[in-house]
């Protein structure tokens, strides 16, 4: 079982920066993919950036520019830096963590999730 624990949310006001932190109780090299979610007031949740061991990254049209994932795996922490929030960046962020273990289960584990708000 990967714990995983989310920290950074907090209230910005719209053009301001935020830095969600990650941190995962298991080596991030070992994990296949790791994402950030988000789910907006009355909006089901979506993929806001991914980022496999491999290094590749991908991220949702609306955030591109704007927010990079990074990777520290000296620490087993993942990041999401945010800068330029916009009002409909506003919501829950969940980390993520999924994969295929060598035994060949698959797993797919969630944070518990740190609010952004982004309002004037």
């Known amino acids: 079982q990967v714990q995983l624990v989310e920290s950074g949310g907090g209230l910005v006001q719209p053009g301001g920066s935020l830095r969600l932190s990650c941190a995962a109780s298991?080596?991030?090299?070992?994990?296949?993919?790791m994402g950030w979610y988000r789910r907006a007031p009355g909006k089901q949740r979506e993929l806001v950036a991914g980022?496999?061991?491999?290094?590749?990254?991908n991220y949702a049209d609306s955030v591109k520019g704007r927010f990079t994932i990074s990777r520290d795996n000296a620490n087993d922490t993942v990041y999401l830096q945010m800068n330029s929030l916009k009002p409909e960046d506003t919501g829950v962020y969940y980390c993520?963590?999924?994969?295929?273990?060598?035994?060949?289960?698959?797993?797919?584990?969630w944070g518990q999730g740190t609010q952004v708000t982004v309002s004037s």
């Open positions: 993520n963590a999924r994969g295929i273990s060598w035994t060949g289960r698959p797993y797919n584990y």
């Open positions: 298991e080596s991030i090299l070992s994990i296949n993919v």
């Open positions: 980022s496999t061991s491999g290094g590749s990254t």
